[in-house]
């Protein structure tokens, strides 16, 4: 059974997302403040549904918080539809968001998406690639540039992950959204454009090397070559 932490301060919304969230065989947990999070996250949720407009600490600075004890999947539920909004919440540590007034269905489908990625995560078997300085560690999800730790969302490590395992392939932001989020028609491929330049700016930090380059008009193409992967391997 999936745990699932909802953070809301209305509270009918909140017993609402409880209820059909229940019925749907998830373990809930609720919260309608900060303090009632970092507590509720010693419960180990899978996954988390936060508001963006809770009062004195609003959803943004909630979710610089909960990184600072978690890495699992956050989902924003904001009635802001300013795309400068929706990439903050990238900014801070968020994986996805999904505006009020929204279908269960969707959020069900969100969700379940989320907690798909995760699991195949944690299934995967250990990977270890290394370019001009670049070592990618697939089993413990930790990269690295000429041994410096480069710390990366779930997100940015998925797009890393898909770009790397397909040299040569141009992928444009729907499909990279398509797979990465794994929801087909949902949801603002925009996202995958700040979260690229973000992988970027990380990555500039220790190195001038170009790991994807854009191809306009097109999509991304990564520059991380990797012939016959095996259970390790280590590319030169």
Not at 15 to 40: H, I, P, R, S, W
Request: hydrophobic share 40%; net charge negative.
């Amino acid at each position: 059974m999936y745990k699932i932490l909802i953070v809301d301060d209305e509270e009918m919304l909140l017993q609402m997302l409880k209820y059909q969230f229940e019925g749907a065989n998830y373990e809930v947990f609720t919260a309608e403040n900060a303090d009632e999070v970092l507590k509720k996250l010693q419960k180990t949720p899978d996954i988390i549904l936060l508001d963006i407009n809770m009062p004195e600490i609003n959803g943004l600075q909630l979710c610089t918080m909960i990184r600072e004890y978690v890495s699992v999947p956050i989902i924003f539920l904001t009635a802001r539809a300013d795309e400068g909004d929706k990439v903050k919440g990238l900014l801070v540590g968020g994986d996805d968001y999904i505006t009020k007034p929204f279908s269960m269905d969707e959020l069900f489908a969100r969700v379940a998406a989320h907690l798909r990625r995760e699991e195949r995560c944690r299934n995967r078997t250990q990977i270890l690639f290394e370019k001009k300085g670049l070592v990618i560690d697939y089993e413990n999800r930790k990269s690295y540039i000429n041994h410096n730790p480069v710390e990366f969302s779930n997100k940015e490590f998925e797009i890393i992950h898909l770009l790397s395992m397909n040299p040569g392939q141009i992928f444009d932001r729907d499909r990279i959204y398509e797979i990465i989020w794994g929801i087909d028609g949902y949801g603002d491929s925009n996202v995958v454009k700040e979260h690229i330049r973000k992988i970027r700016t990380k990555l500039s930090e220790y190195t001038d090397e170009v790991y994807i380059e854009t191809v306009w008009g097109v999509g991304y193409l990564s520059l991380i070559h990797i012939s016959e992967p095996t259970r390790l391997d280590v590319i030169s």
